[in-house]
């Protein structure tokens, strides 16, 4: 019996972004950039942007 491998999906592929594209979407001195990125990758959303940042939308000095 061989094993028969699911479909690939790709809603749940991860999109790395393109380095160039996020420095002019985000703050160079955001300290929860990598943190951001990484909840990103483990909940297979499929692009990252600081645009959507509920920190950045508060206006906390956390995320500027």
Known sequence: MT??????NPK??????N????V???ELDCKEYKNC???AAN?????????FCELRKEGKN???
């Open 37 to 39: 990125l990484t909840h």
């Open 12 to 17: 749940r592929w991860i999109r790395i972004p």
């Open 19 to 22: 380095p160039e594209e996020s």
């Open 62 to 64: 956390d995320a500027k």
């Open 24 to 26: 002019k979407e985000r």
């Open 43 to 51: 909940h297979f959303w499929n692009g990252f942007t600081c645009r």
């Open 3 to 8: 094993k028969s491998w699911p479909e690939p």
